[in-house]
Nanobody, 124 residues
C-alpha cells in the first residue's frame, strides 16, 4: 500500500525557516516525479514545487522561487522542502504527492497519491 507521510510543519516567525519531509513507502519512488502543494484557509490548493525523477530537475511556483528548495534522498525514499525567508502568506497546509507516470507536471490532478498534510504557520 502506497503511503506518504509529511512532517516538519510548525509555527515560525516571518523570515524564519522550516524543512518539510515526506517519507514514502509501499513502492520505489525514485523513478517518479514528486511534488509539494499547499492550501491556505479559504483558498484552492496550489502547486509549490516539484522534482523530476530522471535528472532531479526542479520546478517552482513564482511565489516561492528563490526561497524554497525541493530535493530528494532516494535511499530514504524521502522528498524534502526547505523553506527559507518565510512570509505570513506562506501559511497553509502543505501536502506532498507522487505521480506514477513519467513526465513532470504542476497539475495536482495528475498526481496519484497524497499525504495527509502538515500545517505551516508563519507569524508576522
Amino acid at each position: 500500500q502506497v503511503q506518504l507521510v509529511e512532517s516538519g510543519g510548525g509555527l515560525v516567525q516571518a523570515g524564519g525557516s522550516l524543512r518539510l519531509s515526506c517519507a514514502a513507502s509501499g513502492r520505489i519512488f525514485r523513478n517518479y516525479p514528486m511534488g509539494w502543494f499547499r492550501q491556505a484557509p479559504g483558498k484552492e490548493r496550489e502547486f509549490v514545487a516539484a522534482i523530476r525523477s530522471s535528472d532531479d530537475t526542479t520546478y517552482y511556483a513564482d511565489s516561492v522561487k528563490g526561497r524554497f528548495t525541493i530535493f530528494r534522498d532516494n535511499a530514504k525514499n524521502t522528498v524534502y522542502l526547505q523553506m527559507n525567508s518565510l512570509k505570513p502568506e506562506d501559511t497553509a497546509v502543505y501536502y506532498c504527492a507522487v505521480r506514477f507516470k513519467v513526465g513532470m507536471t504542476t497539475s495536482q490532478s495528475e498526481y496519484d497519491y497524497w499525504g495527509q498534510g502538515t500545517q505551516v504557520t508563519v507569524s508576522s
